[in-house]
Nanobody, 117 residues
Framework: QVQLVESGGGLVQPGGSLRLSCVASGTVFAFSAYAMAWFRQAPGKQRELVAS???????NYADSVKGRFTISRDNAKNTLYLQMNSLKPEDTAVYYCNAVALRFNHWGQGTQVTVSS
Protein backbone atom coordinates (compact mmCIF):
# COMPACT_ATOMS: atom_id res chain seq x y z
CA GLN A 1 0.00 0.00 0.00
CA VAL A 2 1.06 3.55 -0.64
CA GLN A 3 2.67 5.43 2.23
CA LEU A 4 3.68 9.06 2.34
CA VAL A 5 5.69 9.88 5.44
CA GLU A 6 6.38 13.51 6.28
CA SER A 7 9.12 14.70 8.60
CA GLY A 8 10.98 17.88 9.48
CA GLY A 9 8.29 19.80 11.32
CA GLY A 10 8.81 21.44 14.67
CA LEU A 11 8.85 24.65 16.65
CA VAL A 12 10.71 27.59 15.13
CA GLN A 13 10.91 31.29 15.88
CA PRO A 14 9.55 33.87 13.43
CA GLY A 15 12.06 34.46 10.68
CA GLY A 16 13.47 30.97 11.03
CA SER A 17 13.63 28.10 8.57
CA LEU A 18 12.53 24.49 8.33
CA ARG A 19 12.85 21.83 5.66
CA LEU A 20 10.06 19.31 5.32
CA SER A 21 10.52 15.95 3.64
CA CYS A 22 8.00 13.45 2.31
CA VAL A 23 9.14 9.94 1.45
CA ALA A 24 6.87 7.81 -0.71
CA SER A 25 6.75 4.03 -0.72
CA GLY A 26 4.51 1.35 -2.16
CA THR A 27 3.36 3.56 -5.03
CA VAL A 28 1.48 2.02 -7.94
CA PHE A 29 3.51 4.05 -10.42
CA ALA A 30 7.06 5.34 -10.30
CA PHE A 31 7.41 8.36 -8.04
CA SER A 32 8.21 10.51 -11.06
CA ALA A 33 4.74 9.82 -12.47
CA TYR A 34 3.02 11.58 -9.59
CA ALA A 35 2.15 15.23 -9.35
CA MET A 36 3.18 16.17 -5.82
CA ALA A 37 2.07 18.90 -3.48
CA TRP A 38 2.22 20.27 0.03
CA PHE A 39 -0.98 21.35 1.76
CA ARG A 40 -1.48 22.78 5.23
CA GLN A 41 -4.32 23.06 7.68
CA ALA A 42 -4.39 25.47 10.58
CA PRO A 43 -6.77 24.98 13.52
CA GLY A 44 -10.30 25.97 12.56
CA LYS A 45 -9.39 26.52 8.92
CA GLN A 46 -9.75 24.55 5.72
CA ARG A 47 -6.86 22.67 4.22
CA GLU A 48 -5.11 24.82 1.65
CA LEU A 49 -2.56 24.28 -1.09
CA VAL A 50 0.88 25.60 -0.22
CA ALA A 51 2.96 24.47 -3.18
CA SER A 52 2.81 21.89 -5.94
CA UNK A 53 5.20 20.34 -8.40
CA UNK A 54 4.13 18.79 -11.67
CA UNK A 55 5.68 15.64 -13.07
CA UNK A 56 7.90 17.77 -15.29
CA UNK A 57 9.20 19.69 -12.28
CA UNK A 58 7.17 22.86 -12.79
CA UNK A 59 6.48 24.45 -9.38
CA ASN A 60 3.48 26.44 -8.29
CA TYR A 61 3.05 28.41 -5.07
CA ALA A 62 0.31 29.99 -3.05
CA ASP A 63 0.66 33.76 -3.03
CA SER A 64 1.16 33.70 0.74
CA VAL A 65 4.41 31.72 0.46
CA LYS A 66 5.91 32.95 -2.81
CA GLY A 67 9.50 34.03 -2.36
CA ARG A 68 9.78 32.27 1.00
CA PHE A 69 9.07 28.58 0.30
CA THR A 70 10.69 26.31 -2.28
CA ILE A 71 9.30 22.96 -3.36
CA SER A 72 11.56 20.34 -4.88
CA ARG A 73 11.65 16.63 -5.57
CA ASP A 74 14.26 13.91 -5.87
CA ASN A 75 12.75 11.16 -7.96
CA ALA A 76 15.69 8.85 -7.33
CA LYS A 77 14.95 9.02 -3.60
CA ASN A 78 11.13 9.05 -3.92
CA THR A 79 11.20 12.22 -1.86
CA LEU A 80 9.45 15.58 -1.95
CA TYR A 81 10.82 18.57 -0.07
CA LEU A 82 9.58 21.93 1.12
CA GLN A 83 12.19 24.47 2.15
CA MET A 84 10.51 27.11 4.28
CA ASN A 85 12.34 30.35 5.01
CA SER A 86 11.33 33.58 6.72
CA LEU A 87 8.62 31.73 8.60
CA LYS A 88 5.74 33.69 10.06
CA PRO A 89 3.31 32.83 12.88
CA GLU A 90 0.57 32.50 10.25
CA ASP A 91 2.50 29.60 8.72
CA THR A 92 1.64 27.54 11.81
CA ALA A 93 -0.28 24.47 10.66
CA VAL A 94 -0.12 20.77 10.05
CA TYR A 95 1.60 20.24 6.71
CA TYR A 96 0.51 17.35 4.50
CA CYS A 97 2.15 15.71 1.53
CA ASN A 98 -0.07 14.78 -1.43
CA ALA A 99 0.57 12.57 -4.44
CA VAL A 100 -1.74 12.32 -7.45
CA ALA A 101 -1.59 10.12 -10.54
CA LEU A 102 -4.65 9.30 -12.66
CA ARG A 103 -7.37 8.23 -10.21
CA PHE A 104 -4.93 7.70 -7.36
CA ASN A 105 -4.79 10.41 -4.69
CA HIS A 106 -2.69 9.79 -1.58
CA TRP A 107 -2.05 11.76 1.61
CA GLY A 108 0.50 11.59 4.34
CA GLN A 109 -0.30 11.78 8.04
CA GLY A 110 1.02 15.32 8.39
CA THR A 111 3.75 17.06 10.32
CA GLN A 112 3.20 19.96 12.72
CA VAL A 113 4.92 23.28 12.07
CA THR A 114 4.66 25.88 14.81
CA VAL A 115 6.09 29.36 14.37
CA SER A 116 6.22 31.19 17.67
CA SER A 117 8.54 33.24 19.81
Amino acid sequence: QVQLVESGGGLVQPGGSLRLSCVASGTVFAFSAYAMAWFRQAPGKQRELVASMARDGTPNYADSVKGRFTISRDNAKNTLYLQMNSLKPEDTAVYYCNAVALRFNHWGQGTQVTVSS
